[in-house]
């Protein structure tokens, strides 16, 4: 059933079910994010994206990534209110992770200045990769979404309150830790450090060894990576201990060069 939403003045059409920042993003009309990734399901943590919603009885301020259309609404995405609601957020946000280049370049469009109302005590204990982590880390919760839907669950938050945090067991580095590099994928202000040699990845005080795909030489995947991989795969389609490493461009290329071979297609 398409719904008719107005945003800002404009008329669009929408699906029953669908959340306003959806309807926003695919009609290219600016909500401001740090906590929405595509491939992981909405948190509403950062309650940035608010919006106003007037579905008859009134203007409500709602999240509009986790908020799904149920009836025909008026949207707005910048009016002096969200505005006002989004600089009080950026600047508890910018008060607890002072480090981010995204995050500085949200204070500078909305023109935050630092707010002396809110302050947050500061650890210095630790690892420097702790230490940096605390100073750009908005506890958004991609990381560990991303950790926990790959399988692993290495990295969690700890503690409470002004204190909580992203961390891994007692602070030590992971042992089930795969170095897929996922939770420092997603993290908005890269907070998280990964960072390659040619055949080494650094992550979480860990150091893991990169594997080179068989057919083309790149290095892709780290060996605890690719055998967690493996694993996975394995309990879908049954053992594939004997696959040859390679990396997403040549495995997509012998699967469509399988695929040609069985319907007699020439490449």
């Known amino acids: 059933m398409a719904l008719e939403i107005k945003i800002n ?3 669009y059409q929408a699906d029953k079910g669908e959340y306003v920042l959806e309807v926003c993003r695919r009609n290219r009309i600016l909500v401001p994010t740090l906590c929405h990734h595509d491939s992981l399901s909405g948190l509403g943590a950062c309650r940035l994206c608010v919006v106003e919603v007037n579905e008859g009885n009134g203007n409500k301020v ?3 990534c ?4 149920s009836k025909d609404c008026e949207v707005f995405t ?3 209110k969200i505005k006002g609601i989004r600089k009080t957020i950026l600047s508890m946000l910018k008060t607890r992770a002072p480090e981010g280049d995204r995050l500085a370049s949200l204070c500078r469009m909305y023109g935050v200045e630092e707010d002396r109302r809110f302050t947050v005590p500061k650890s210095r204990e630790g690892s420097s990769a702790q230490i940096q982590l605390a ?3 908005i506890l958004c919760g991609l990381c560990t979404q991303a950790c926990a839907a790959l399988g692993t669950g290495a990295i969690s938050t700890v503690g409470r309150g002004v204190v909580k945090k992203v961390s891994t067991a007692y602070g030590e580095p992971p042992e089930d830790c795969v170095g897929c590099g996922s939770c420092a ?3 908005p202000t890269k907070a998280i450090k990964c960072r390659e040699t ?3 990845r650094y992550i979480w005080g860990r150091e893991f060894d990169l594997l080179s795909c068989q057919s083309c030489g790149r290095f892709f995947a780290t060996g605890e990576e690719y055998a967690f991989a493996l ?5 879908d389609t049954g053992p594939l201990a004997d696959a040859p490493p390679l990396c997403d461009t040549c495995r997509r290329k012998k699967s469509a060069d399988v695929l040609a071979a069985t319907f007699g297609v020439r490449t």
Do not use: D, F, T
């Open 66 to 69: 986790v908020y799904p259309l």
């Open 198 to 200: 040619k055949k080494i």
């Open 78 to 80: 910048e009016s002096e």
């Open 9 to 11: 003045g404009n008329s």
């Open 62 to 64: 709602v999240i509009s």
């Open 231 to 235: 694993k996975k795969a394995a309990q």
């Open 185 to 187: 994928a997603v993290c």
């Open 135 to 137: 100073s750009a880390c």
